[in-house]
């Protein structure tokens, strides 16, 4: 019975080691928000996090296969923690809609002078200042979170919620925002561009 209750103890110790573990490389995996053309060493990581070298792999499978999940099951829903009668469940709900408007980019884009300057300071606190953080419209009172909503409003299609009144760039909105980035870096002036298929006009009266 002893060595029984000894082997428990071990086992709680051990998952709460895997968790902690697990929940670092997320949030390691979250640096990649805004800077997708780094690359995350992991054996380095794993030899940071005292990971035995033969459980790399088996860990990368665990990432890689959620992920997998997520792309073609949860594509459009999000997991959630539900309590119900002293039972703790895990359902889908569908995405809001804007999560959905990329399907709805239109192939035409006009957006003012202003409004560009705008998104390029809204990418540029997203990777640089909040790293990949998102964007918590519910709260009131800050400058640049009455921008991403004004924004949002006229060009929904760069923005993504995932719940909870947080929004995130778009994948399409973070690689235009990166491109209005590297556009400034060199001084070059974005006038008119296709990008990812679609024409967009900067119009200096919009």
């Known amino acids: 019975m002893t060595l029984s209750s000894d082997n428990n103890h071990y ?15 997320i949030d390691i995996l979250g640096e990649f928000g805004g800077n997708y053309d780094k690359k995350l060493n992991f054996s380095k990581l794993a030899s940071l996090l005292k990971i035995p070298h033969s459980e790399i792999d088996d860990i990368i499978y665990l ?22 009668n002293n039972q703790v469940y895990l359902i889908v709900e569908r995405k809001e809609a804007d999560n959905l408007n990329e399907l ?10 202003f409004q560009l300057k705008l998104f390029n300071d ?4 997203f990777k640089f200042v909040k790293r990949g953080k998102g964007f918590d419209i519910v ?22 919620s995932r719940g909870n009144g947080v929004i995130y760039p778009s994948q399409f909105g973070l690689k235009l925002g990166e491109l209005i980035i590297s556009y400034n870096k060199s001084n070059k002036t974005l006038d008119r561009i296709t990008f990812d298929n679609h024409l967009i006009e900067v119009k200096d009266n919009k």
């Open 11 to 25: 086992n709680k110790a051990q998952f709460r080691k895997f968790l902690q573990i697990a929940n670092q490389i």
């Open 63 to 84: 990432l890689l296969n959620f992920q997998e999940k997520v792309e073609k099951i949860f594509r459009n829903y999000y997991l959630k923690k539900k309590r119900e």
């Open 104 to 113: 709805n980019i239109p192939k035409m884009i006009e957006i003012g002078a």
């Open 122 to 125: 809204i990418i540029y606190a």
């Open 139 to 160: 709260k009131n009172g800050s400058e640049l979170l009455t921008k991403v909503k004004q924004l949002r409003n006229e060009h929904p299609y760069l923005f993504e």
